[in-house]
């Protein structure tokens, strides 16, 4: 199961964005992506993600890579 968590990321070209994880039961701590998601508040049911990582997005329906779940 996969849960979005908004985080507040910088791209490399310098520009802040919101971006909102996907992560894993297995490991809470850690974006589908790889973002360490670490004491990031997690979104609220019905509440909309800002931009959803679109990596996260495109792992969600995949088993996680971790645990096989």
Partial sequence: M??????PTVT???H???L???VCDCDEDTALCGT?????PWATD????????V???DLADQPCPRCGQ
Wanted: glycine letters at 12%; hydrophobic letters at 25%; proline letters at 13%.
């Fill in 2 to 7: 996969t849960t979005l968590a908004p985080e």
């Fill in 12 to 14: 490399a070209n310098g």
């Fill in 16 to 18: 802040g964005e919101d």
């Fill in 20 to 22: 909102s994880h996907a």
């Fill in 36 to 40: 360490d998601v670490t004491g990031v």
């Fill in 46 to 53: 019905g509440e909309e993600p800002p931009s959803p990582c």
């Fill in 55 to 57: 990596v996260c997005l």
